[in-house]
């Protein structure tokens, strides 16, 4: 497989920098108040204390307090939309999201700790996983249009680039779910979209089992993954 070059990296002038700092702030602030007292408890007033702005200041970056748990849902496709640009033609579109998402997530923009915790959060509230399925709904749609693009194919006549987001993000919702089921949270951001890949890849065989068949489909290797109080296990990637 040819590997794109390397994308330069964009001068940031003081004023987006300045921008950026203050944005990570807040988002800091306000899951770190969130897991001390739960989200309901949590007002804008106290975020932005802790992070010494003005409550006219989270506004200029957030609509409301779930955007800031769905923050990273929201700005996916926006951070993977030059990567796709850069891939090559001849790549299988399951490899093309699998190395831009790990491009993404080794970028500076890209929070493991923040993700964690967002993560075990948003799991807490059956109000907010609602969120997570309303906006996961127009990231699947965003994702589609980028994928049509892509091949060439309008999303609203061929179903193929609906279904492989919505089959993309649902991967990621049910990693993230089991985790937190679990105990567990990601050490190695790049390993579990490896992870990911692997179950995307056996949901689309699972369409042509049949139940006698069936033996069971992967679990995560949970490489990079550290349960609560325990060390970071490594385990072989799963067979499907």
Not at 40 to 68: G, L, Y
Not at 111 to 140: G, Y
Not at 163 to 186: E, G, I, N, P
Request: aromatic share 8%; net charge negative.
């Amino acid at each position: 497989m040819t590997s794109a070059a390397p994308t330069p990296k964009r001068a940031v002038g003081r004023r987006e920098r300045k921008r950026e700092e203050t944005r990570a702030s807040l988002t800091r602030s306000a899951l770190e108040l969130f897991g001390e007292h739960g989200f309901d408890a949590v007002t804008v007033t106290e975020i932005t204390d802790r992070s010494d702005v003005d409550p006219s200041t989270f506004f200029r970056h957030f609509r409301s307090k779930e955007s800031v748990l769905f923050t990273d849902i929201e700005g996916y496709v926006d951070h993977v939309r030059p990567l796709i640009d850069q891939r090559p033609v001849d790549e299988p579109i399951i490899e093309t999201l699998r190395e831009t998402t790990r491009a993404w997530s080794s970028s500076e923009t890209f929070d493991l700790e923040l993700e964690n915790l967002r993560a075990k959060l948003t799991e807490s509230s059956s109000e907010l996983r609602a969120h997570v399925v309303i906006r996961r709904e127009q990231v699947a749609l965003d994702l589609a249009d980028l994928l049509g693009a892509r091949f060439g194919v309008d999303p609203s006549q061929d179903a193929r680039p609906y279904l492989a987001a919505t089959v993309w993000l649902a991967a990621f919702d049910w990693y993230r779910r089991h985790l937190v089921s679990a105990h567990d949270q990601v050490m190695d951001a790049a390993g579990a979209v490896d992870e990911i890949v692997t179950i995307v890849e056996s949901a689309g065989r699972f369409f042509e089992l049949t139940p006698e068949q069936s033996t069971g489909g992967p679990t995560p290797a949970r490489r990079g993954v550290r349960s609560d109080g325990a060390a970071c296990r490594d385990g072989a990637r799963p067979q499907s």
